[in-house]
């Protein structure tokens, strides 16, 4: 469908830094997110918890004496994920190994513990500018949908695309496809996709968690907390299967052959490819050789990134050996590259 697709890494989301290295905008990479998880833990140690202040029992169906223990519940689970990082090179590779050795729990409470940790990155940092200014330009007049030309696939987990889409829109529009989703696959509109690889790391759309997240008398750590015990909750009962939107590419789901049949349709007519921020990982490989496999119509690629000959290199790794594209790389990534054939 789309002729060009933006293939997104880490690298889009990470905004700005000032002189001491201080998140201005946007979103941790990598290599700091395992001091922003330390950061983190302490916000939610310091959480102060209003006896008699509030009535958590008329609005959650939870004593305040319970919200004591979920706070250390969910400080416990929070170590586990820092002991986990300290002896890992990323988080991903954390995650998969959980995965790998069957250990369920662990790789659930990993989900749960990074949503919680990237709702709250996104609460105390303004979102990466870029995102705003290439919907500025891209998006369609009057519909303000992005043009069916264009489409997205996202390794990312975040959701700074979203973000910025409510500042033109305030109410959905994103054709946004993701593994975990509890309702009805959304049908192939005519308009450009946003495909999340892994998801996205936020908690399934519920009341209890809409209603926690509008009460503006409470703190943001307690908010998370109260969240994140509701989220510890068996709904299999109630036909709810999944707890986050989280699921990383290698991951089976019910819903492995929609995203697949998506991925192939939204790729199958592409000529050009704008890579931001993304170093083609080596347990992301059989993924990306199976997207770029697809793509046999492709013409060229651009490489958004400050180390771009790098990436490019792990990059052919994944390109099919019978397709010859030109490469060009772009080091200047101020703003998302918009390439000429746009």
Request: proline fraction near 4%; glycine fraction near 6%.
């Amino acid at each position: 469908m789309s002729k060009t697709i933006y293939y997104l890494g880490a690298g889009a989301s990470a905004g700005k830094r000032n002189e001491q290295g201080l998140i201005l905008e946007g979103l941790p990479v990598v290599s700091e997110i395992p001091d922003r998880i330390e950061f983190f833990r302490e916000y939610i140690s310091n959480a102060d918890i209003p006896h008699g202040d509030i009535n958590f029992w008329n609005r959650f169906y939870i004593e305040s004496n319970n919200v004591e223990r979920n706070k250390e519940d969910m400080l416990n689970d929070i170590d586990f994920l820092i002991q986990g990082i300290q002896s890992h090179a990323t988080i991903d590779t954390y995650a998969r190994k959980l995965y790998l050795t069957g250990n369920e729990k662990g790789f659930e409470k990993l989900k749960d513990v990074l949503c919680a940790f990237f709702i709250w990155e996104q609460i105390v940092n303004s979102p990466d500018n870029r995102y705003d200014t290439f919907l500025a330009n891209v998006l369609e007049m009057p519909s303000l949908n992005i043009p069916r030309d264009i489409s997205i696939l996202s390794w990312n987990y975040d959701s700074q695309i979203e973000m910025a889409f409510r500042s033109y829109r305030d109410r959905p529009g994103l054709n946004v496809f993701e593994k975990n989703r509890e309702s009805r696959w959304p049908e192939m509109s005519d308009t450009g996709r946003i495909i999340k690889l892994n998801g996205s790391a936020t908690f399934v759309d519920s009341p209890i968690v809409t209603n926690i997240l509008a009460d503006k008398q409470l703190s943001v750590e307690l908010q998370l907390i109260i969240i994140y015990s509701h989220i510890k909750i068996s709904l299999s009962g109630f036909g709810i299967h999944f707890k986050t939107h989280l699921s990383f590419a290698w991951e089976d789901s019910p819903n492995q052959e929609n995203m697949l049949n998506t991925i192939k349709s939204t790729t199958e007519d592409t000529e050009y490819v704008v890579v931001v921020g993304y170093s083609f990982p080596f347990f992301n490989r059989q993924t990306d050789r199976l997207i770029f496999g697809g793509m046999q119509r492709l013409r060229k690629i651009y490489v958004q990134d400050m180390n771009a000959d790098a990436v490019i290199q792990s990059m052919k790794a994944v390109l099919p050996p019978h397709l010859h594209v030109d490469i060009e790389p772009i080091t200047d990534c101020d703003q998302f590259f918009l390439p000429g054939e746009l």
